[in-house]
C-alpha cells in the first residue's frame, strides 16, 4: 500500500479476472475463494455468479475487458461446458 501511495497509482492492478460458475452448475466455492486470493492479490475480480450461459460469460468478458476468464464447476457435466467457453 505504501508503494502505491507513493507511486500516487492507487487505482492500478495486476489485471482484471472474470470468474463464473458454468451454466448447469451452482457450486461456487471454489470460485469464491479463488476470487479472494486473487483480490488479495492486487487483481480485480468481476464474478458473475453461478449458471452462466456462454453468450453472457463471453459478453461480460468483453464489457469488463477481462485478461482471464476462470470457469468453475464440480459436477462432471461442467466439463463440457467448459470446454464449449474455451472454443
Request: with cysteine; aromatic share 2%; hydrophobic share 45%.
Amino acid at each position: 500500500e505504501e508503494e502505491k501511495k507513493a507511486s500516487g497509482n492507487m487505482n492500478s492492478h495486476a489485471g482484471v479476472v472474470l470468474i463464473a460458475t458454468v451454466k448447469g452448475d451452482v457450486h461456487d466455492i471454489g470460485k469464491n475463494i479463488v476470487g479472494v486470493v486473487l483480490a488479495c492479490n492486487n487483481f480485480k475480480v468481476v464474478d458473475i455468479g453461478v449458471m452462466c450461459p456462454l453468450d453472457k460469460i463471453l459478453n461480460e468478458a468483453k464489457k469488463c475487458n477481462a485478461d482471464i476468464i476462470g470457469l468453475s464447476g464440480l459436477i462432471t457435466p461442467s466439463l463440457d461446458e467448459m470446454v464449449d467457453v474455451a472454443k
